[in-house]
C-alpha cells in the first residue's frame, strides 16, 4: 500500500545509514530535489548512492555529496562542467567512484526489479570498464556476464500520482524513475500533485502503484 | 461439523489476505476468491496479460473482448487500474513484487514444492502458462485445492510425485478439509479443520502434522 | 522508416518459408487476425511459430495451424478447452512444440529485443521445463540460464497507430505486442486506424515508431 | 582548397545520412548534425535520455527544464514525438534498433575500434556516459572529429592508444580533411579530402589507406 506523506522529511524517514539509495534524475531533470534536501536535514551518512551523474552545480545530489553523506557513488558521467562538488570529493580521495556504462546502469537496475539473477551484454567489451568481469561467446560474439543493482531505497520525482500510488512523468523528466522504482525495498517519490483513482488515464500510467512505497506532494 | 464447500474455502483463504496486498488469482478456483474481496479490502488484483486493478468478472453490455483475465474470461476495470506489456506483466511477477498469489495444485509437498501444471500422465498436452513464474515470484503462495483426489488420497504428500512447477514455494494450504501452514524443514502446521478430526488428518496424509500455535 | 500497406496481403508480402513468425495475443484479445488470414492465403509454410497460446476455436492462430504451414510451435500454454485444432494435429505427430513459461517468453523476447545475449532466472528450477539447461548458483539460489528468441517476422495487432508507426493499444489487448515488436526483424502492424504526427499522446506512446515496419488499417 | 570548418563537417556528415533514419548523436560536435538534418530528411533523433522525435534546441520560451537532450541542453519536441525512460531507451540503443549513431573520438584506429571516452591520463575522472553502448548497439557508427590533435598527430592510428570504448565499431569517420571509410580488416579507404593531397595524408597516417572506389 502506497503511504501519503504529509512532508519530504516524513517521507525519507527511517532511511539507515550504509544504505543503498537510487537517485533518480538525468542531471536536474527528474532530479528528486525537496527528498534530497529532506535527506541532508535526516543525515543518514556511509550511503552509496546510485545515479546517472555525480551531482549538478551545489544543489540536490551535489549537496548531499557535500554534506559529507555519501561513502560511495555508482554513476555513468561523473565529470561535467559543473561537477565540482564531486571532482573535489574524487580528488581529495573523500568518495568512492563506480562508472557503469549508462545502459548496464539501467538495465542492471530493471533486472533487480524483474528478478532477473545476471545478464549477458556487448557492453564494455574489450574495456576497461569490463576488466576482471567474467565474458562468454554466444553466437560467436562475445558477451559481459552484468549484475543486478538492488537497492534499500529509491528517491524520485514524478508529475502526478494517484492515491494509490500510479505515477505519470513529464517528457524527459521520466529517465530513471520507472526502473529505480523497480528495484528498491522503499520507493519515495515527490510529485506535483495527487489525484483521486481513476483520475490518470491506465493506458497511460508508467508506474504503477505496486512500485511506489511513499509519496509527498509538494 | 461438515467439509467446506468451494465457495467457503475461497471466503476462508480470502479472509486471511492482508489489506491493500498486491494478489495475483489464478486460473479456475482461485479466481473465485475475487468474490470474497470488497472493495474496502482494498486488495489489487493482478492479472498476468497486463493490469493492475482487475475488478470483478464482465456481464451483459459490459463484456468487452479487450479486456480479459489470465483465464480468458470477459472481466472489468477498476479506478486507478493500469495496464502495462507482458514483460512488464512478468518482471513484476518474477522481481518479487506481488505480495500474494493463489495457485490451484494436483499436489503440494510437506515442504512446500509445487505440482500444478502437468498430470504427469504420458499422453497429457503441456501446458504451464504462467505457474512457473508465479509460484518463484510472489512473497507468499498461498494453494486452494481440495484435499483428497476422488479416488481418496491426499493431495499434500511427502513427496510430489507429478511434475513440479516449482521447489520449496508454498506458503499455505487451504483445502476443504483443513488450513494448512508450510513450514519448509519443519513439520506442516495444521491451522483448522472442517468435518475430520487431527487424528484423522494424521492417519490419512502421510507428512508429519503439527497443531498451529499462535 | 514505416510503410504504410494498402492491404493485409500487402503487409505479409515476402514472409519466406521456414520462418520463425511472433504472433500477438493472449488467446484471442490482441490477435492479429487479419494478418493471419492474409499470411494463409500468402501461403508461407514450415513456419515456427511464436504465441502464448496454440491457437483458439477455428480462427485465427488456429486456422493457420489448420492450413498445415506451422512446423514448429513455441509457446506457454497450448491445452485449452477451445485448442482442438492444435490437439488434433499434436497428437498425430503433425506438429513440434516447445513450451515454455510465460514469464520466459515474454523475458527471451525482450532479451532479443534489448541485445541481451542471455539472462538468469528462477523460474523453471527444478522442473522437466529446465532439464538440461545450464544453472548457475547466485547468492546462494539456483537459477537458470535462458537464451532470446529473436525472429523474422512479429504479426501484432494496436488499437492506433500514427504514420510513423508509433502504436497504441487498448486494455488487456497489449500484452505480448510491445515486446514482440522489439524481437523480429520485420514488424507487421494491423490497427483500427492511423493519425497524423502528433494526434496520439507522446507520453502514452507504448511502441515507439522505430519498432514498426508495416502498418495495414482495417 | 581549405580544411572543413565544424559546421561543414557536420554537413558533410548529415548529406549521408539515409531519408527517415532513426539516429543518435553524440553530445558535442555531433549534436550539431542536427542543425543540417531539414524536417524533409524525415530523419528521426532519438535521445538516449528517453526520447525519439527530438527537435531542435529549445530558445527563450519554449526551454523546459524537463525536456533536454543527452547533452542536457534544452530541447524541442517534434509532432510524432515518443517518450520512454531509460531502460527502454537502452535497450532501443542496445538492441541494434538505431540506424546510426554519430560520436566524438579521441582515437579511431584502422581496423574501428573506437576511444572516445576517457583520455587516459592518471588524473582524469572517468565518465562514459552512454558511448559504450551506442558504439555496440547502433547498425551504423560514423565518426566526427578533427584528424588532427592540437599537436599535429592524427587521431586515426594503427592501433589506439587511449583507453577502448568498443572494438571494431567504427563504419566511417567524418573529419576536416578527409572522409574515411573503415572496412575492418582491409586497408581504410579514403572518400574525400579538402586541403591535404592522397600522398600527403598517407604521409602523415600510420594506417594502410586507400581511394574508395564506387
Known amino acids: ?218 | 461439523m461438515s467439509p467446506l464447500s468451494r465457495d467457503e474455502m475461497a471466503r476462508v483463504l480470502a479472509r486471511d489476505i492482508p489489506r491493500g496486498a498486491y494478489v495475483n488469482l489464478g486460473i479456475g478456483a482461485p479466481t473465485t476468491v475475487g468474490d470474497h474481496l470488497p472493495p474496502e479490502s482494498g486488495v489489487v488484483l493482478h492479472t498476468e496479460n497486463g493490469m493492475l486493478g482487475m475488478g470483478p468478472a464482465a456481464t451483459g453490455d459490459t463484456i468487452d473482448p479487450d479486456l480479459i483475465n489470465a483465464g480468458k474470461f470477459p472481466v472489468t476495470e477498476l479506478p486507478g487500474a493500469a495496464y502495462f506489456h507482458h514483460a512488464d506483466s512478468f518482471a513484476m511477477m518474477r522481481g518479487g513484487h506481488l505480495d500474494l498469489c493463489v495457485l490451484g495444485a494436483y499436489q503440494v509437498s510437506a515442504s512446500g514444492d509445487l505440482a500444478n501444471w502437468h498430470t504427469g500422465e504420458p499422453d497429457a498436452i503441456p501446458a504451464v502458462g504462467g505457474a512457473m513464474d508465479l509460484a518463484v515470484g510472489a512473497k507468499q503462495v498461498f494453494v486452494l485445492m481440495s484435499l483428497f483426489t476422488r479416488t481418496g488420497s491426499s493431495k499434500l504428500v511427502g513427496e510430489c510425485t507429478c511434475p513440479l512447477t516449482a521447489l520449496r514455494c508454498v506458503d499455505r494450504v487451504y483445502t476443504d478439509y483443513a488450513t494448512f501452514e508450510i513450514t519448509g524443514d519443519g513439520p506442516v502446521l495444521v491451522r483448522e479443520t472442517w468435518g475430520i478430526s487431527f487424528s484423522e488428518l494424521r492417519a490419512r496424509l502421510d507428512v508429519p502434522l503439527e497443531w498451529y500455535d499462535d
Not at chain 1, 116 to 142: H, P, S
Not at chain 1, 166 to 179: C, D, E, G, I, S
Request: aromatic content about 6%; hydrophobic content about 45%; glycine content about 12%.
Open chain 1, 1 to 218: 500500500m502506497t503511504l501519503l506523506c504529509a512532508s519530504a522529511d516524513e517521507a525519507v524517514s527511517g532511511i539507515a545509514d550504509g544504505s543503498t539509495v537510487l537517485v533518480g534524475g538525468f542531471g536536474p531533470a527528474g532530479m528528486p530535489f525537496a527528498l534530497i534536501d529532506a535527506l541532508i536535514r535526516q543525515g543518514a551518512r556511509d550511503l552509496t548512492v546510485v545515479s546517472n551523474n555525480a551531482g549538478n552545480a551545489d544543489t540536490g545530489l551535489a549537496a548531499l555529496l557535500a554534506a559529507g553523506q555519501v561513502r560511495k557513488i555508482v554513476c555513468s558521467f561523473p565529470r561535467q562542467t559543473d561537477s565540482w562538488v564531486f571532482d573535489e570529493l574524487y580528488r581529495t580521495g573523500k568518495i568512492e567512484l563506480e562508472v557503469a556504462p549508462q545502459g548496464n546502469l539501467a538495465e542492471r537496475l530493471r533486472a533487480a526489479g524483474a528478478g532477473i539473477g545476471g545478464f549477458y551484454t556487448r557492453t564494455g567489451v574489450g574495456t576497461l570498464l569490463a576488466e576482471g568481469k567474467e565474458t562468454r561467446e554466444i553466437d560467436g560474439r562475445t558477451y559481459v556476464l552484468e549484475w543486478p543493482i538492488a537497492a534499500d531505497v529509491a528517491l524520485i520525482s514524478a508529475h502526478t500520482a494517484d492515491t494509490l500510488g500510479n505515477l505519470v512523468y513529464r517528457k524527459t523528466a521520466r529517465n530513471f524513475a520507472p526502473v529505480m522504482a523497480t528495484a528498491a525495498t522503499t520507493t519515495v517519490v515527490q510529485v506535483g500533485s495527487v489525484v483521486e483513482p481513476g483520475a490518470l488515464d491506465p493506458e497511460a500510467v508508467v508506474t504503477p502503484g505496486i512500485y511506489v512505497d511513499r509519496i509527498v506532494a509538494l
